[in-house]
């Protein structure tokens, strides 16, 4: 299957400051790639879509100002946390499909602790 | 609306015993049923999957059989293995595979 890496895997931080983590696709052209949190013991929640070159739809209740998503290119998006608190400490988790997949491929995930 | 129920954890097994991690779904349409693994501290891998009703996806020795009658997608494997110790979390995928729902997840811990 095609592969989905990111970066950095696990990152802590100052209270206030912004984080940026890259969802890259290494062998194939992602046309839209995802970003969902994870919350200890929760399943997955769906943050955002972004297709390539457009604004991402953000998914009711998350805050487009504070997770900003940039998908550049059809193998790089990147999810920056502006002015993270500590109650963005999560588990960040990308993932990408392309027009000849049909499935999502997804990334190992970045762990985000605020201090 | 769309949504995935599976079983609640943790289920604790004794190595070579036989695992279902049960798994229903509510959808409009024709969703793809899928079972995902997290092993500690990495993401989700794609364990199997089923797009249409009746289909049975399996991979190493886990199996699963779309269910439309009963809008089910058990997850089964004959004989665990401790390295099967991980979280399991059953999805449906509408769209064109564009939005994914997931279930809440199933930690498994596989005893020697």
């Known amino acids: 299957g095609a592969v989905v890496s990111q970066h950095p895997s696990w990152v802590i931080c100052k209270s206030g400051t912004s984080v940026k983590i890259e969802c890259r696709s290494l062998d194939f052209q992602a046309t839209t790639m995802f970003w969902y949190r994870q919350f200890p013991k929760q399943s997955l929640m769906l943050m955002a879509t972004?297709?390539?070159?457009?604004?991402?739809?953000?998914e009711q209740g998350v805050e487009k100002d504070k997770f900003l998503i940039n998908h550049a290119s059809l193998t790089l998006s990147t999810l920056t946390v502006t002015s993270a608190h500590p109650e963005d400490s999560s588990f960040y988790i990308c993932?990408?499909?392309?027009?000849?997949?049909?499935?999502?491929?997804f990334g190992p995930g970045t762990r985000l602790t605020v201090l | 609306g769309n949504s995935v129920t599976q079983m609640e954890g943790p289920v604790t097994l004794s190595e070579e015993a036989f695992l279902t991690i049960n798994c229903t779904y509510t959808?409009?349409?024709?969703?793809?049923l899928f079972w995902y693994v997290q092993y500690p501290g990495e993401g989700l891998q794609l364990l199997l999957k089923a797009t249409k009703a009746d289909d049975k996806g399996s991979n190493k020795g886990f199996e699963a059989t779309y269910r439309k009658e009963t809008t089910s997608f058990h997850l089964e494997k004959g004989s665990v293995q401790v390295s099967d110790s991980a979280v399991y979390f059953c999805?449906?995928?509408?769209?064109?595979?564009?939005?994914?729902?997931f279930g809440s997840g199933t930690k498994l811990n596989v005893k020697p």
């Open positions: 999805a449906l995928s509408k769209d064109n595979f564009n939005k994914f729902y």
């Open positions: 972004s297709n390539e070159g457009s604004k991402a739809t953000y």
């Open positions: 993932s990408a499909s392309g027009n000849s997949y049909n499935e999502q491929f």
């Open positions: 959808a409009t349409g024709y969703p793809s």
